[in-house]
């Protein structure tokens, strides 16, 4: 059974830091990109940060160099370290995947989400 699982949303004050894990498991992949996303209540999904197959990286407008992605391969887990948090930034953190699996078939999969709460 293919999973997306997240963790390491929380409370956290303005300036403090959180550090974001997705690992993608259950079969055997070819990861195309894999990465996060976040939607503030009342707001549209927008792209926090990614990293593509060739080893691009993409970050929205709004990381300003605050946010980190990175990814270990072997473990087919990326990670997303945030600092300098902003009230703004509280939002539901989603992982999101798009790979090939070992039956040749394209997925693109969202994990459940985690709740990140920074206060001011």
């Known amino acids: 059974q293919v999973q997306l699982v997240e963790s390491g949303g929380g409370l956290v004050q303005a300036g403090g830091s959180l550090n974001l894990s997705c690992a993608l498991s259950g079969g055997t992949f070819s990861i195309h990109a894999i990465g996060w996303y976040r939607q503030a209540p009342g707001k549209e999904r927008e792209l926090v940060a990614i990293i593509l197959s060739g080893g691009s990286l993409n970050y929205g407008d709004f990381v300003k160099g605050r946010f980190t992605i990175s990814r270990d391969n072997a473990k087919n887990t990326v990670y997303l370290q945030m600092n300098s948090l902003k009230p703004e930034d509280t939002a539901i953190y989603y992982c999101?995947?798009?790979?090939?699996?070992?039956?040749?078939?394209?997925?693109?999969?969202w994990g459940q989400g985690t709740q990140v709460t920074v206060s001011s």
């Open positions: 999101n995947a798009d790979f090939t699996d070992w039956t040749r078939l394209r997925r693109d999969y």
